[in-house]
């Protein structure tokens, strides 16, 4: 039992020197650490609607809200903060994180408390859907296809160049 008492002497100590690590929120700014996980944000830009995070979500807290009728046939993907668990599941497996910006990161922000749960959200603007043409079921959002489109033509056109170099070689 000695080990633990000196311990304990040791973080005492190194509090008096250092400073205590909790800080006076609210009656001081809180500065969180660059890496902290706080309210996570869709980026217009970034976000292609695809709905993967959606599937990853363990809480259940992002919303994929279709709107298909006569007048549109739209997508808002719709984050409900207050059931969020911060665990950041969303942002690593976004389909689009490595592009930039990704479709939803974290921010640092913390100080999310509120009396109505309706203006807890961070939502993305309606993206066009593509509805099949026989049976009119949503397929995908229009920016999830252009985005693959995209990939899948980069990804042949390395192939090709890979096929030429090793032709050349050979030759
Ligand atoms: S692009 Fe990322 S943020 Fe947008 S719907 Fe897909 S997984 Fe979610
Ligand atoms: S941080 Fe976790 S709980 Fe919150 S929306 Fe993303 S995946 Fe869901």
């Known amino acids: 039992m000695r080990y633990p008492k000196l311990r304990e002497l040791k973080e005492a100590i190194t509090a008096i020197i250092k400073g205590p690590c909790t800080t006076k929120y609210p009656y001081q700014p ?30 259940r807290a992002i919303e994929v809200k279709d709107t298909v ?7 808002r993907m719709v984050l409900h903060l207050d059931e969020c668990h911060y665990c950041g599941q969303c942002s690593a497996l976004c ?19 509120g009396l109505d749960r309706r203006q807890m959200i ?33 990804i042949r056109q390395n192939k090709s160049s890979m096929r030429q170099m090793q032709k050349g070689h050979h030759d």
Do not use: M
């Open 30 to 59: 809180h500065s969180p650490a660059k890496r902290f996980r706080g309210k996570p944000v869709y980026s217009n830009d970034g976000c292609i609607a695809c709905a993967a995070c959606s599937l990853v979500c363990p809480a």
């Open 122 to 154: 961070s939502q993305t603007d309606e993206k066009e859907l593509a509805l099949c043409e026989a049976c009119g079921d949503v397929i995908t959002a229009k920016a999830h296809l252009e985005w693959l489109a995209k990939r899948l033509g980069e």
């Open 69 to 75: 009728d006569r007048k549109k046939a739209v997508r």
């Open 95 to 113: 389909t689009t994180k490595a592009d930039s910006p990704p479709g939803i990161k974290h921010t640092t922000e913390f100080d999310l408390a």
